[in-house]
Antibody, heavy 121, light 107 residues
């Protein structure tokens, strides 16, 4: 059974940093691309970032480019999101998600339950 | 970035109705279009990928069509468990984008 378990969310002040982690199990982690998708309270889905199986291809939404960094450790079956210079508009539930393919040009077939990030003073 | 526009933003329908949701891309995305269903408090669920391929385990009353810029999600006979919000999403460009969502409510 595929499991994606996010951690690292919480309350943080504007301008500060936070690192999200996602522990993956139930599939061969280094065969698949991975993503972070967020959802602000009461709002729609927003793709944040994606990374291919070998970290060779990485992409970011314009809203986070230059502030967020996605990475993965295939030896640890883990995905990360380093979030710097956080803003109030980054407040959201952050989902870790698995791609159907190795390069992120497909779709998301599994989602975690999310970790909540609240940016507020 | 490629903009994805869904219509309508919400709709009311009855059990047994045929429901159609439209998604339009701001430029051609070939068939790199996916549909997701999300229920309150739950993670999204993949319904259709590559515009028209049914994800494993998804009921056959769901179908997708289209290519280029115009796409459609159809629910042939709406069931009580289908009341939810539906999102389209493009994976054509390295920067993925979702539509704003369509909320399907009970009439």
């Amino acid at each position: 059974e595929v499991q994606l378990v996010e951690s690292g969310g919480g309350l943080v002040q504007p301008g500060r940093s936070l690192r999200l982690s996602c522990a993956a199990s139930g599939f061969t982690f280094d065969d698949y691309a991975m993503h972070w998708v967020r959802q602000a309270p009461g709002k729609g889905l927003e793709w944040v970032s994606g990374i291919s199986w070998n970290s060779g291809s990485i992409g970011y939404a314009d809203s986070v480019k230059g502030r967020f960094t996605i990475s993965r450790d295939n030896a640890k079956n883990s995905l990360y999101l380093q979030m710097n210079s956080l803003r109030a508009e980054d407040t959201a539930l952050y989902y870790c998600a698995k791609d159907k393919g190795a390069e992120y040009s497909s779709s998301i077939d599994y989602w975690g339950q999310g970790t909540l990030v609240t940016v507020s003073s | 970035d490629i903009q994805m526009t869904q219509s309508p933003s919400s709709l009311s329908a009855s059990v047994g109705d045929r429901v159609t949701i439209t998604c339009r891309a701001s430029q051609s995305i070939s068939s790199y279009l996916n549909w997701y269903q999300q229920k309150p408090g739950k993670a999204p669920k993949l319904l259709i990928y590559a515009a028209s391929s049914l994800q494993s385990g998804v009921p056959s009353r769901f179908s997708g069509s289209g290519s280029g810029t115009d796409f459609t999600l159809t629910i042939s006979s709406l069931q009580p468990e289908d009341f939810a919000t539906y999102y389209c999403q493009q994976s054509y460009s390295p920067t993925w984008t979702f539509g704003q969502g369509t909320k399907v409510e009970i009439k």
